[in-house]
């Protein structure tokens, strides 16, 4: 069946709504003026007995601000290897501290509560964002060996 000059001029208009909705709501931009990463589309080439259709819309780019930083630690015969230090992050960097010893024992990040199991033969791995700024211990519980201080800013 084919359609009516009616229902033709009918269909642009629905396209011409389904065109300004879309950009509308990709236009606004951000807080900045700058245009929005998503984009909407409308498809010229649609067959006039057809429904006009809006793509999806989607992320041009994406980003994220969360960076890894990996901070190694060794013990061996009750000292830290090279020394405790000073480790410097980033407010918001996700970290992750690998400790391996060679006795059993327990790692904890003060100020985060973070507590992980280290053996010989068996790393202690603990990762979480650095999301509380200050400068926190981290040591061998059961010794009190300070295994680094971890500063967040």
Do not use: K, N, Q, W
Not at 53 to 59: E, I, L, M
Not at 67 to 96: D, F, M
Not at 130 to 137: K, M, N, R, S, Y
Not at 143 to 148: D, I, P
């Amino acid at each position: 069946m084919r359609p009516t000059a009616r229902s033709r001029a009918a269909l642009r208009a629905g396209t011409v709504a389904v065109t300004m909705a879309a950009a509308l709501l990709t236009g606004c931009g951000d807080d900045d003026g700058a245009a929005s990463d998503t984009a909407a589309t409308v498809d010229p080439t649609v067959d006039p007995t057809v429904e006009p259709t809006v793509a999806s819309t989607t992320p041009l780019a994406t980003t994220t601000s969360v960076a890894a930083h990996r901070i190694e630690v060794e013990v061996a015969g009750g000292r830290v290897v090279g020394g405790s230090r000073r480790e410097a992050v980033p407010l918001g960097e996700e970290v992750t501290i690998v400790v391996r010893a060679d006795v059993a024992e327990e790692v904890h990040v003060h100020g985060y509560d973070l507590l992980a199991e280290v053996a010989p033969g068996v790393p202690a791995e603990l990762t979480f964002v650095a999301d509380i700024p200050g400068v926190f211990e981290v040591e061998l519980e059961a010794s009190h060996t300070e295994l680094l201080r971890l500063e967040v800013a």
